[in-house]
Protein backbone atom coordinates (compact mmCIF):
# COMPACT_ATOMS: atom_id res chain seq x y z
CA UNK A 1 0.00 0.00 0.00
CA UNK A 2 1.10 3.52 -0.78
CA UNK A 3 1.35 6.59 0.85
CA UNK A 4 1.02 10.16 0.03
CA UNK A 5 4.37 11.21 1.71
CA UNK A 6 6.14 8.03 -0.57
CA UNK A 7 7.22 10.51 -3.42
CA UNK A 8 8.23 13.47 -1.14
CA UNK A 9 10.59 11.11 1.04
CA UNK A 10 11.73 10.02 -2.17
CA UNK A 11 12.21 13.35 -3.75
CA UNK A 12 13.79 14.38 -0.25
CA UNK A 13 16.42 11.02 -0.14
CA UNK A 14 17.53 11.67 -3.51
CA UNK A 15 18.37 15.37 -3.18
CA UNK A 16 20.12 14.71 0.02
CA UNK A 17 22.11 12.04 -1.50
CA UNK A 18 23.02 14.53 -4.17
CA UNK A 19 23.98 17.38 -1.22
CA UNK A 20 25.88 14.62 0.56
CA UNK A 21 27.78 13.91 -2.92
CA UNK A 22 28.38 17.87 -3.55
CA UNK A 23 29.62 18.59 -0.06
CA UNK A 24 31.95 15.41 -0.73
CA UNK A 25 33.17 17.21 -3.73
CA UNK A 26 33.34 20.38 -2.24
CA UNK A 27 35.80 18.51 0.35
CA UNK A 28 38.30 17.56 -2.40
CA UNK A 29 38.51 21.07 -3.53
CA UNK A 30 39.43 22.52 -0.87
CA UNK A 31 41.73 20.02 0.20
CA UNK A 32 43.43 20.52 -3.44
CA UNK A 33 43.39 24.24 -3.21
CA UNK A 34 41.00 24.27 -6.35
CA UNK A 35 39.02 27.66 -5.73
CA UNK A 36 37.07 27.40 -9.35
CA UNK A 37 36.10 23.72 -8.54
CA UNK A 38 34.87 25.06 -4.68
CA UNK A 39 33.02 27.93 -6.35
CA UNK A 40 30.99 25.70 -8.63
CA UNK A 41 30.41 23.20 -5.93
CA UNK A 42 29.13 25.85 -3.47
CA UNK A 43 27.10 27.59 -6.21
CA UNK A 44 25.31 24.42 -6.94
CA UNK A 45 25.02 23.29 -3.18
CA UNK A 46 23.52 26.84 -3.24
CA UNK A 47 20.78 25.46 -5.31
CA UNK A 48 20.26 22.30 -3.89
CA UNK A 49 19.94 24.03 -0.28
CA UNK A 50 17.10 26.18 -2.05
CA UNK A 51 15.11 23.27 -3.38
CA UNK A 52 15.71 21.41 -0.26
CA UNK A 53 13.90 24.49 1.86
CA UNK A 54 10.74 24.27 -0.77
CA UNK A 55 10.51 20.64 -0.57
CA UNK A 56 10.75 20.49 3.22
CA UNK A 57 8.28 24.20 3.85
CA UNK A 58 5.84 22.33 1.38
CA UNK A 59 5.92 19.00 3.59
CA UNK A 60 5.88 21.36 6.88
CA UNK A 61 2.43 23.25 5.58
CA UNK A 62 0.48 19.65 5.07
CA UNK A 63 -2.12 19.50 7.65
CA UNK A 64 -1.41 15.25 7.57
CA UNK A 65 2.34 15.81 7.81
CA UNK A 66 4.31 13.41 9.90
CA UNK A 67 8.06 13.55 11.32
CA UNK A 68 10.50 13.07 8.18
CA UNK A 69 11.00 8.81 8.63
CA UNK A 70 14.55 8.36 10.14
CA UNK A 71 16.79 7.76 7.14
CA UNK A 72 15.96 11.06 6.56
CA UNK A 73 17.07 12.33 9.68
CA UNK A 74 20.40 10.17 9.31
CA UNK A 75 21.04 11.48 5.80
CA UNK A 76 20.76 14.96 7.30
CA UNK A 77 22.93 14.30 10.37
CA UNK A 78 25.42 12.83 8.12
CA UNK A 79 25.53 16.00 6.19
CA UNK A 80 25.48 18.31 8.79
CA UNK A 81 28.62 16.58 9.98
CA UNK A 82 30.41 16.74 6.47
CA UNK A 83 29.40 20.52 6.31
CA UNK A 84 30.85 20.84 9.33
CA UNK A 85 34.30 19.11 8.06
CA UNK A 86 34.45 21.22 5.32
CA UNK A 87 33.99 24.59 7.39
CA UNK A 88 36.94 23.15 9.44
CA UNK A 89 39.04 22.63 6.28
CA UNK A 90 38.15 26.05 5.28
CA UNK A 91 38.81 27.60 8.30
CA UNK A 92 42.23 25.80 8.38
CA UNK A 93 43.16 26.59 4.83
CA UNK A 94 42.20 30.71 5.48
CA UNK A 95 44.78 29.89 8.11
CA UNK A 96 47.65 28.78 6.05
CA UNK A 97 46.55 31.78 3.65
CA UNK A 98 46.95 34.20 6.83
CA UNK A 99 50.27 33.01 7.94
CA UNK A 100 51.50 33.03 4.01
CA UNK A 101 50.76 36.68 3.93
CA UNK A 102 52.44 37.52 7.13
CA UNK A 103 55.63 36.24 6.13
CA UNK A 104 55.84 37.64 2.62
CA UNK A 105 55.01 40.83 4.51
CA UNK A 106 58.12 39.97 6.93
CA UNK A 107 59.95 38.59 4.24
CA UNK A 108 60.19 35.21 5.99
CA UNK A 109 59.69 32.23 3.02
CA UNK A 110 59.72 29.10 5.93
CA UNK A 111 56.05 29.20 6.68
CA UNK A 112 52.97 26.05 6.59
CA UNK A 113 52.36 23.04 7.92
CA UNK A 114 55.96 21.60 8.09
CA UNK A 115 57.59 24.70 8.83
CA UNK A 116 58.19 23.64 12.79
CA UNK A 117 58.14 26.08 15.64
CA UNK A 118 60.86 27.81 15.46
CA UNK A 119 60.21 31.06 17.50
CA UNK A 120 59.98 33.66 14.74
CA UNK A 121 57.70 31.68 12.41
CA UNK A 122 54.52 33.55 12.74
CA UNK A 123 52.09 31.50 14.00
CA UNK A 124 48.24 32.28 14.17
CA UNK A 125 47.17 29.71 16.68
CA UNK A 126 50.16 29.39 19.03
CA UNK A 127 49.20 26.87 21.63
CA UNK A 128 52.32 27.68 23.59
CA UNK A 129 50.72 29.44 26.06
Not at 81 to 105: D, F, I, T
Amino acid sequence: MSTRGEPDVARQRALLEQMLDTVREQRRHLIQGNAAGLAETSKLLEGLLARQRTLTNGRAARPDSSPPPSELQDLTRLLQAEGHMNYLLACRGMQHVEMALVAAAGGQQDVGPDAGDAPESPRILDSRS
